[in-house]
């Protein structure tokens, strides 16, 4: 068994699901917004990655309209950054004495590109290493603009309606 030090970078607002050997680990997220973790590895385990936007979630409308209305119909959002597509990234590692890994994910260009880059100063085989591009997350994203503007313009209306009625009486 060997300790590895391994930090997750560019994740841009996804949670990354980190399995070592089918194994969740838990990560810990500094400051910058990169996530590490200290594990024990044994020689020949399998690094999984996964990271996907909170729109392939079932409940995606009700997260876009929370983060909506908490942001005040849009006037305070943060620009939470939204990651565009799924990435899909595995690897065996060979780790040594102190070994440390960053893997670093990367904005994918299109379907079938690298997904992340690995730097360790071990050896380590890269067996997967994808960027899936979903039309779903497109056509959730136009609805959810679509809502957007639909929740200001009744928005909008109410506030002239009421308007018009006090200043009536």
């Not at 930090?7 to 070592?20: E, F, Q, T, Y």
């Not at 385990?45 to 409940?59: K, R, V, Y």
């Amino acid at each position: 068994m060997a300790k590895l030090n391994l930090k997750v970078k560019s994740v841009n607002g996804a949670n990354p699901v980190v399995k070592i050997d089918g194994k969740r680990i838990r990560l810990k997220k500094n400051k910058f917004g990169n996530y590490f973790a200290d594990i024990d590895v044994a020689d020949g385990a399998e690094l999984s990655m996964i990271c996907w936007d909170t729109i392939l979630s079932p409940l995606w409308m009700l997260w876009e309209m929370l983060f909506f209305v908490i942001s005040v119909f849009g006037i305070f959002d943060w620009g939470r950054d939204k990651f565009r597509n799924s990435a899909e990234f595995s690897a065996i590692l060979h780790p040594s004495e102190n070994a440390q890994a960053t893997v670093k994910f990367i904005r994918a260009q299109g379907e079938g590109s690298p997904a992340a880059e690995l730097e360790c100063n071990f050896d380590a085989e890269i067996v997967k290493n994808t960027c899936n591009c979903f039309d779903t997350v497109k056509r959730r994203r136009k609805i959810a603009l679509l809502i957007k503007i639909a929740a200001w313009i009744l928005l909008v209306g109410t506030a002239i309606v009421i308007v018009a009625n006090t200043i009536g009486k």
